[in-house]
T-cell receptor, first 112, second 118 residues
Framework: QKEVEQDPGPLSVPEGAIVSLNCTYSNSAFQYFMWYRQYSRKGPELLMY????GNKEDGRFTAQVDKSSKYISLFIRDSQPSDSATYLCAMISEAAGNKLTFGGGTRVLVKP | NAGVMQNPRHLVRRRGQEARLRCSPMKGHSHVYWYRQLPEEGLKFMVYLQKENIIDESGMPKERFSAEFPKEGPSILRIQQVVRGDSAAYFCASSPLAGGPGSYNEQFFGPGTRLTVL
């Protein structure tokens, strides 16, 4: 069983729709939860990170963490074709140092 | 301010050859991380280095792989006697500091080196 599970998609939505992404994890020691966006043939770029449980909003993006369920989510409102990319969740356990543990990524396609 | 630089961007090697991948961290960053992304998979941590020190190599294969981050110059990931299964995208990331209690120091990723083993 992988430490972090993520549906690979692809997830296809019309422009303007809400994109809903999620990951589940098994290691209860994870404390930092990140979402990265990766365009084809590019390196990942950090969208948001959350420490412990709760919600965080940044513009069109909302990240949610439910540590009791070991479940994290990312919502993208008013999606644009430029949001078409692979979205990777990642996590860090302080006890294990600063190394990121990634999910497999979800491909998102926003159609005009 | 230039981002993380990696070269070469594409590298083709025949089985049994050596591959050397270079990473120059962002200016002011002294922490470097290497990750590998196999086709259709997420990124997997390989090694974490500071200048002249390997901090965590728990993700490195036991044989043929080595990494260094010398006092001067880029970090190098070396793969000896490459095999087809080494074909992947290798990403380097850098951060200014290590993570500490209650804080996360963002890792900035380079564009990756795509290694193809024939």
């Amino acid at each position: 069983q992988k430490e972090v599970e993520q549906d690979p998609g692809p997830l296809s939505v019309p422009e303007g729709a809400i994109v809903s992404l999620n990951c589940t994890y098994s290691n209860s020691a994870f404390q930092y939860f990140m979402w990265y966006r990766q365009y084809s043939r590019k390196g990942p770029e950090l969208l948001m990170y959350t420490y412990s449980s709760g919600n965080k909003e940044d513009g069109r993006f909302t990240a949610q963490v439910d540590k009791s369920s070991k479940y994290i989510s990312l919502f993208i409102r008013d999606s644009q074709p430029s949001d078409s990319a692979t979205y990777l969740c990642a996590m860090i356990s302080e006890a294990a140092g600063n190394k990121l543990t990634f999910g497999g990524g979800t491909r998102v396609l926003v159609k005009p | 301010n230039a981002g993380v630089m990696q070269n070469p961007r594409h590298l083709v090697r025949r089985r049994g050859q050596e591959a050397r991948l270079r990473c120059s961290p962002m200016k002011g960053h002294s922490h470097v991380y290497w990750y590998r992304q196999l086709p259709e998979e997420g990124l997997k941590f390989m090694v974490y280095l500071q200048k002249e020190n390997i901090i965590d190599e728990s993700g490195m294969p036991k044989e043929r792989f080595s990494a260094e981050f010398p006092k001067e110059g880029p970090s190098i990931l070396r793969i000896q006697q490459v095999v087809r299964g080494d074909s992947a995208a290798y990403f380097c990331a850098s951060s200014p500091l290590a993570g500490g209690p209650g804080s996360y120091n963002e890792q900035f990723f380079g564009p990756g080196t795509r290694l193809t083993v024939l």
